[in-house]
């Protein structure tokens, strides 16, 4: 097969996925309405992002563009997907970064764009053609660098939060990881194929087909991100709107913490706040699944700072540990004083959200799973 025939196969192709992945994420929003704000804008910007690459595909396709020269297909494919690398990147960073890395991200992205616009028009005011070595050497270039630091920015971002989910939610948040890790692995994926699919047919022979797996999973991922999102939304939505100065980094929740400095705690603080604890555990507030450090923090009537600051000075503790540890106490009492009991009414009477994740949680604090544990302290 010929290497225009393999290339109008592959833009073809290129063409009705990236179609198809609009759908999806047009058709998603039917399926979990209830997601996050900062989610909902990320998915406008994908499904924004596949229309650029619909377009793109249909005008290599009609006009032949990398048909007539590799050159000219390169410069035409930088300038398709600079704007869509653009907003693939900033779609992750968008769901879980805060306002300062929103910002120091967009100015960042705006200059390389400009960037590459410029070398572009640079190339025909100065030489007449962009298509030039010199001019598309340092179009490509800046498009390279670009690339390289929208894929790291966002991954750093992505990982610095999902520990912080990790650290403050009491529920089972493997799916949530599972998709953030993937969507990050894919996200390098995409930066490290783009420049062997914008320069070389051949390559794209081989790689573009990898490409497009990757963006569909890629896609995949973050449509699958919003149903698993609803533990999480708070946590997300509550660090997305944080600027980094120290002014706005802490939300004051009443009128006494707004005269006490966020970062200490009093005697007299410290009872207030073991009381409210205790007075919630005591109602059974644990046994709410989607139970985490930021709707704790508001239902006790302080700032989730102090909430963190309690438990990790007077409990030793992050705030997922110690909800794990309270939930299998009250596991523990249940197993010992109804013996009949099925883990699954267990589980949900204790805020797991499932049988599994009471087991996996049992085994990882006492070294066996319930119905071990059980036997054990029966017969002492």
């Known amino acids: 097969m010929t290497e225009p025939n393999i290339l109008l196969i592959l833009q073809s192709c290129s063409l009705t996925v990236s179609a198809l992945l609009a759908l999806i994420l047009l ?41 007539r020269s590799e050159e000219l297909g390169a410069l035409i494919n930088i300038l398709f997907y600079s704007p869509v690398s653009y907003l693939l990147s900033y779609a992750s960073l968008r769901m879980v970064s805060n306002r300062h890395h ?34 598309l050497k340092a179009l490509g270039t800046v498009f390279f660098i670009s690339i390289l630091w929208l894929t790291i920015y966002p991954s750093k971002e992505i990982r610095r939060v999902t520990r912080q989910v990790e650290n ?59 149903f698993n999102l609803s533990q999480v939304s708070d946590i997300i939505d509550e660090e997305s709107e944080v600027d980094d100065d120290e002014s706005a980094s802490e939300p004051v929740a009443d009128k006494e913490e707004s005269t006490q400095a966020v970062n200490e705690l009093t005697e007299e603080r410290k009872e207030a706040i073991r ?8 109602e059974g507030g644990y046994s709410q699944s989607d139970v985490n450090s930021t709707n704790l ?17 007077c409990e030793g503790k992050t705030f997922r540990v110690w909800l794990s540890e309270l939930r299998i106490e009250e596991a523990k009492r249940m197993l010992l004083e109804a013996e009949d009991y099925k883990l699954e009414t267990i589980a ?3 805020g797991f959200s499932h049988r599994n994740y009471l ?13 071990e544990w059980q036997d054990v302290h029966k017969k002492s």
């Open 348 to 350: 949900y009477a204790c």
């Open 27 to 67: 058709a998603s929003r039917i399926h979990h309405p209830q997601t996050s704000a900062n989610y909902e804008t990320s998915r406008w910007l994908m499904f924004t992002s596949m229309l650029i690459y619909v377009v793109h595909y249909f005008l290599q396709i009609r006009f032949g563009f990398r048909a």
């Open 275 to 282: 009381k409210a604890i205790e007075h919630w555990r005591a």
């Open 168 to 226: 403050e939610t009491g529920g089972d948040i493997r799916q949530f990881n599972l998709y953030m890790r993937t969507g990050t692995i894919l996200l390098y994926a995409i930066a490290v194929l783009l420049p062997f699919c914008i320069y070389s047919i051949k390559s794209l022979a081989v790689l573009g087909p990898i490409f497009l797996i990757a963006l569909v999973l890629y896609v995949l991922s973050f449509v699958s991100l919003g």
């Open 102 to 135: 929103k910002r120091v991200y967009m100015c960042v992205s705006v200059v390389g764009m400009a960037l590459v616009f410029g070398c572009f028009v640079g190339g025909y005011i100065v030489l007449g053609t962009p298509t030039n070595p010199i001019p």
């Open 359 to 371: 087991q996996n949680r049992f085994k990882s604090i006492t070294g066996f799973t319930p119905r």
């Open 297 to 313: 923090a508001a239902k006790l009537h302080i700032s989730k700072r102090h909430l963190i600051l309690y438990l990790s000075e």
